[in-house]
């Protein structure tokens, strides 16, 4: 009976309940769509830095990714593939050359970090192909070609087919000039990567630098999956003792805060929010107790005891969150199923910025079940710590004032 009870008196005075139950409906919904609106966010940034710029497991000599100098390369490469071949949830590996170089145009020029690379591999590996906005990558037959941003063909002033000189230090420390046509021109989320950046083959490279036969500076690796990434470097390390075998989370440690914070982050500002409609379902329940003295009174003199009292200041209270905090979180879930399947384009307003910080500026909202349930919860125990004050307060009545009250 005080289920129901309850129930019937959240609807005594429909103005401000609908009122109050239209502000957690909004909150909640606002909460739940922002965090898997930033959810989304942060998920695309850790996917394009595996797919489009680091892969999930790199080798390198010791000593290289310290200054990455030329001479710090890595030998034997054909047994040291044949081990990561054989080696179980490897989908792709590619070997690269990796140096600094200062590529120059007629009018301007800037340094980049080169990479030499085969292409057949490295398409398997990173997805730069998918994202050539002019020309092709790397097209048969065709020497000295180059890849090269957007971001740094705008600052060079160089479209496909323009020339370029490449300058770099060989291996006996002499300055190499080498010229290379614009193959292609790549545009990722990553604005700093597009002008940081650039791609010639490897066996041009190599000649360039006098490379022996068999080396390369880097070993990208992709995997299956991301669950093994860890394990594999393990045994990877195990394998190669001599070299430094480093995941993508430890070459990039920014990322690996931010997967690690995601949901720490999502459940803060669902928090903030629930704290901020906390004091307000408090106020309501308040209201309500103080307009009900008298009958509250009678109840408690008639035998109603203050446990049964107290629970039907607690289920209208649960009931006024949990009724509105359900729909909010469904109407949020609903809109960023609906989103993450055509995207949120934010191009024309941050497309510029998000780009600068290496964010898509076509956000995927993302949400699981498991952060719906979570936040259902928090939802309901919003309610019930709401309740004690004003049940607290009635709680406190004396019967026999509370009859002789006016209100």
Same mark, same amino acid.
């Given at each position: 009976?005080?289920?129901?009870?309850?129930? &019937?008196?959240?609807?005594?005075?429909?103005?401000?309940?609908?009122?109050?139950?239209?502000?957690?409906?909004?909150?909640?919904?606002? +909460?739940? #769509?922002?965090?898997?609106?930033?959810?989304?966010?942060?998920?695309? &940034?850790?996917?394009?830095?595996?797919?489009?710029?680091?892969?999930?497991?790199?080798?390198?000599?010791?000593?290289?990714?310290?200054?990455?100098?030329?001479?710090?390369?890595? =030998?034997?490469?054909?047994?040291?593939?044949?081990?990561?071949?054989?080696?179980?949830?490897?989908?792709?590996?590619?070997? &690269?050359?990796? *140096?600094?170089?200062?590529?120059?145009?007629?009018?301007?020029?800037?340094?980049?970090?080169?990479?030499?690379?085969?292409?057949?591999?490295?398409?398997?590996?990173?997805?730069?192909? =998918?994202?050539?906005?002019?020309?092709?990558?790397? =097209?048969?037959?065709?020497?000295?070609?180059?890849?090269?941003?957007? /971001?740094?063909?705008?600052?060079?002033?160089?479209?496909?087919?323009? /020339?370029?000189?490449?300058?770099?230090?060989?291996?006996?420390?002499?300055?190499?000039?080498?010229?290379?046509?614009?193959?292609?021109? #790549?545009?990722?989320?990553?604005?700093?990567?597009?002008?940081?950046?650039?791609?010639?083959? @490897?066996?041009?490279?190599?000649?360039?630098?006098?490379?022996?036969?068999?080396?390369?500076?880097?070993?990208?690796?992709?995997?299956?999956?991301?669950?093994?990434? $860890?394990?594999?470097?393990?045994?990877?390390?195990?394998?190669?003792?001599?070299?430094?075998?480093?995941?993508?989370?430890?070459?990039?440690?920014?990322?690996?805060?931010?997967?690690?914070?995601?949901?720490?982050?999502?459940?803060? #500002?669902?928090?903030?929010?629930?704290?901020?409609?906390?004091?307000?379902?408090?106020?309501?329940?308040?209201?309500?107790?103080?307009?009900?003295? /008298?009958?509250?009174?009678?109840?408690?003199?008639?035998?109603?005891?203050?446990?049964?009292?107290?629970?039907?200041?607690?289920?209208?209270?649960?009931?006024?969150?949990?009724?509105? %905090? *359900?729909? +909010?979180?469904?109407?949020?879930?609903?809109?960023?199923? #609906?989103?993450?399947?055509?995207?949120? $384009?934010?191009?024309?307003?941050?497309?510029?910025?998000?780009?600068?910080? %290496? @964010? $898509?500026?076509?956000?995927?909202?993302?949400?699981?079940?498991?952060?719906?349930?979570?936040?259902?919860?928090?939802?309901?125990?919003?309610?019930?710590?709401?309740?004690?004050?004003?049940? &607290? /307060?009635?709680?406190?009545?004396?019967?026999?004032?509370?009859?002789?009250?006016?209100?």
């Amino acid at each position: 009976m005080i289920w129901f009870i309850a129930w &019937r008196n959240i609807w005594r005075n429909r103005t401000r309940s609908l009122i109050i139950m239209i502000a957690i409906i909004i909150g909640i919904f606002a +909460g739940t #769509f922002a965090s898997a609106l930033m959810r989304g966010m942060m998920e695309q &940034r850790v996917e394009n830095v595996i797919n489009t710029e680091l892969s999930h497991i790199q080798f390198h000599h010791p000593d290289f990714l310290k200054l990455k100098e030329p001479e710090k390369y890595m =030998e034997d490469l054909p047994e040291k593939l044949t081990v990561i071949d054989s080696t179980k949830g490897v989908e792709a590996h590619s070997e &690269r050359i990796i *140096i600094s170089s200062m590529v120059s145009s007629a009018e301007t020029g800037s340094g980049v970090q080169l990479s030499g690379v085969n292409p057949a591999k490295e398409k398997k590996v990173t997805n730069i192909h =998918e994202q050539i906005i002019a020309g092709d990558y790397f =097209e048969e037959g065709k020497a000295k070609r180059i890849i090269i941003g957007k /971001k740094l063909a705008e600052k060079l002033k160089v479209k496909v087919k323009s /020339k370029v000189v490449l300058t770099f230090q060989a291996l006996d420390d002499t300055l190499v000039y080498e010229g290379f046509k614009v193959a292609g021109i #790549f545009e990722t989320v990553n604005s700093t990567y597009d002008e940081t950046h650039a791609f010639v083959r @490897y066996n041009e490279l190599a000649k360039a630098l006098e490379m022996p036969q068999n080396t390369c500076h880097e070993i990208a690796v992709l995997m299956e999956n991301n669950e093994a990434v $860890d394990s594999t470097k393990i045994n990877f390390a195990k394998a190669f003792p001599g070299l430094d075998v480093q995941s993508w989370t430890d070459l990039s440690p920014e990322m690996q805060v931010l997967t690690k914070s995601m949901e720490l982050m999502t459940y803060i #500002f669902i928090g903030i929010i629930l704290l901020a409609l906390l004091f307000s379902i408090i106020n309501t329940m308040l209201m309500v107790v103080l307009e009900r003295t /008298k009958e509250i009174g009678m109840l408690m003199s008639v035998g109603m005891n203050k446990l049964r009292v107290f629970t039907m200041i607690l289920l209208e209270s649960v009931y006024l969150s949990g009724f509105a %905090g *359900i729909i +909010g979180i469904v109407i949020g879930y609903g809109t960023a199923k #609906f989103t993450s399947v055509s995207g949120i $384009d934010l191009t024309g307003l941050y497309g510029e910025g998000l780009r600068n910080y %290496g @964010y $898509d500026p076509v956000i995927f909202p993302d949400i699981d079940f498991p952060m719906v349930i979570n936040i259902t919860l928090m939802v309901l125990l919003t309610g019930v710590v709401a309740s004690l004050v004003p049940a &607290r /307060k009635a709680l406190k009545l004396n019967p026999a004032e509370a009859v002789r009250t006016d209100m």
